[in-house]
């Protein structure tokens, strides 16, 4: 069973930072497909980026240019830089695992991860 914990999430004003963290038992950190993702109450959860076991990566075309993915494989554990924030940044914010995906180009398709964080809230105000 994975075990994801995120957190890091606040309330910032637009423009601010906020620098979002998931540790994850070592079996997934090191064998899987690791991804953030964001649900607004009532829309639906999109990807936010994904990176794969060779490193690959994918952005959501909102996230291009402001936030960035990386991870510290001695702490198992996966970040999200975000920068340069908006309120309709404004979200539940997720980790998400799966040990592959059948292509990249689902790697942000909530549909292909099985295991979840608890999710931490991101709150910016205008």
């Known amino acids: 069973q994975a075990l994801l914990v995120e957190s890091g999430g606040g309330s910032v004003q637009s423009g601010g930072s906020l620098k979002l963290s998931c540790v994850a038992s070592?079996?997934?950190?090191?064998?899987?497909?690791m991804a953030w993702f964001r649900q607004v109450q009532g829309k639906e959860r999109e990807g936010v980026v994904a990176i794969d076991k060779d490193g690959y990566t994918a952005y959501a075309e909102f996230a291009k240019g402001r936030f960035t993915v990386s991870q510290d494989n001695a702490k198992n554990t996966l970040y999200l830089q975000m920068d340069s924030l908006q309120p309709e940044d404004t979200a539940m914010y997720y980790c998400?695992?799966?040990?592959?995906?059948?292509?990249?180009?689902?790697?942000?398709?909530?549909?292909?991860?099985?295991?979840w964080g608890q999710g931490t809230q991101v709150t910016v105000s205008s």
């Open positions: 070592e079996s997934v950190f090191r064998g899987y497909v």
């Open positions: 998400a695992t799966v040990h592959a995906v059948y292509a990249r180009q689902g790697l942000l398709h909530r549909e292909e991860y099985n295991y």
